[in-house]
């Protein structure tokens, strides 16, 4: 073969192979059944295990592994806290340094929460990052500590919250609000700036 063939080949059979890797780097029917495996794994744990599982969505150690993918996941009880693994291999570990273990769970909930946002909206909300109606509850009042935050419009302008129980005190004094949704965003920019130097 030529090198004008072989080149001409090549033009033709990257873009192919390109498509076939697009989206999760699995074919359609492989990320399918890798979805079915996981379903069926979780489904092997008690509702109340499955739901909080699911919330975490992945291995407090293995943060890129998730749930269900390597079996049923092994739960862990660390400072009274319901933690999920991917394996027993994972359990060491976890137990090894239980606060790093239980803040990985806290933000991998946390992260599953924000993901059920849309895309514009999930960067609102890591942007504010904390609930608007109690500021100086931080940070205990994480957006999506309690699930997918909830959004309200005040004055045209969306704020997000940490649950429905604190809607009315944020439409009560709306330009209070809107105060302290701005002076949360300021900290959280200023602390962000601060990290990156």
């Known amino acids: ?9 090549l033009f033709l059979v990257l873009p192919l192979l390109a498509l076939g890797c697009a989206g999760s780097g699995l074919p359609r029917d492989k990320a399918e059944e890798t979805e079915a495996t996981i379903k069926s794994n979780l489904a092997k744990l008690d ?12 291995c407090a150690v293995q943060t890129e592994n998730r749930l269900g993918i390597m079996g049923k ?17 994972c359990e060491k570990t976890a137990k090894q340094d239980p ?5 990985r769970a806290e933000e991998l909930r946390i992260r599953t929460a924000l993901a059920q946002l ?13 609930c608007a109606t109690d500021p100086e509850r931080q ?4 957006l999506g ?5 909830i959004k309200i419009m005040l004055k045209g302008q969306p704020v997000f919250l940490c649950c429905a129980g604190c809607k009315k005190t944020a439409r009560e004094d709306p330009d209070k609000t809107l105060e302290d949704v701005k002076k949360i965003k300021a900290a959280n920019a200023a602390a962000k700036e601060k990290d990156h130097d």
């Open 1 to 9: 073969m030529n090198v004008s063939r072989l080149r001409l080949s």
């Open 47 to 58: 509702p109340a295990d499955r739901e909080s599982a699911e919330d975490q969505k992945f």
């Open 73 to 89: 996941p092994i739960k862990v009880t660390i400072k009274d806290e319901p933690v999920f693994l991917c394996c027993k291999g």
């Open 99 to 103: 606060d790093k273990t239980l803040a």
């Open 118 to 130: 849309d895309p514009a909206d999930r960067k609102l909300a890591e942007e504010q990052k904390y």
């Open 139 to 142: 940070p205990e009042n994480r």
């Open 145 to 149: 500590m309690m699930g997918k935050p």
